[in-house]
């Protein structure tokens, strides 16, 4: 039974595309997140939801959206993909936002775009 | 300068080594300071997190935070290669009331040989 949940695990697009990303918790977490780990393993905040509501937005790309349709899931839409979003992208989740120190993740969307 | 700084290895030791991770950090205001390891295509997975200076021990894991020095530790005794990994350490920071957000180093790749 998986804590943290992402699909696809794997993403190859085209330029210029739109992708979604989904995560699901079932931790009865209320605090979920979305990372971004670059080529040299440099993991880095995007968003953060805290019951569904947006509490941090570490200045993304407009491009980036991210939904919460309730608080176990947490989807992440990308417009008008570029080479620069190749990455490996992360969802975590957190017991409360308070608890931001015990975190955990999912399994990553390694995200390649041509 | 980041504000999280670790090296980015590889460390490579024989199985039963003890070995040592460090970080240092330029940031007075971190608080909770957190040892994720994270194994090839998988996501991070926490270790220990600890809040004041001074040692916490949990099986063959010991993290070290000195706040005067702004350095953190992780050692791990008797070195397995199922150890093999890269180690991220992480750092929470907090501004006013309701944003947190947790800093990441860049990962120390372990190599522990048979």
């Known amino acids: 039974d998986t804590a943290v949940s992402q699909t696809p695990k794997y993403l190859v697009t085209q330029m210029g595309n739109d992708k979604s990303i989904k995560c699901e918790q079932n931790l009865g977490h209320d605090t979920m997140y979305w990372y971004k780990q670059d080529s040299k393993k440099f993991l880095k905040i995007m968003f953060s939801?805290?019951?569904?509501?947006?509490?941090i937005n570490e200045t993304v790309p407009n491009r980036f959206s991210p939904k919460s349709p309730d608080k176990a899931h947490l989807n992440l839409h990308i417009n008008s993909l570029e080479l620069g979003d190749s990455a490996v992208y992360f969802c975590?989740?957190?017991?409360?936002?308070?608890?931001?120190?015990?975190?955990?993740f999912g399994p990553g969307t390694r995200l390649t775009v041509t | 300068q980041k504000e999280v700084e670790q090296d980015p290895g590889p460390l490579s030791v024989p199985e039963g080594a003890i070995v040592s991770l460090n970080c240092t950090y330029s940031n007075s205001a971190f608080q909770y300071f957190m040892w994720y390891r994270q194994y090839s295509r998988k996501g991070p997975e926490l270790l220990m997190y600890t809040y004041s200076s001074g040692n916490k021990e949990d099986g063959r894991f010991t993290a070290q935070v000195d706040k005067s020095s702004k350095y953190i530790s992780l050692f791990i005794r008797d070195s397995q290669p199922s150890d093999s990994a890269t180690y991220l350490c992480?750092?929470?920071?907090?501004?006013?009331?309701?944003?947190?957000?947790?800093?990441f180093g860049t990962g120390t790749r372990l190599l522990v040989s048979p």
């Open positions: 992480a750092m929470r920071f907090v501004r006013g009331t309701g944003f947190q957000k947790l800093v």
């Open positions: 939801y805290n019951n569904k509501e947006l509490i």
């Open positions: 975590a989740s957190s017991p409360r936002t308070s608890d931001t120190y015990e975190q955990y």
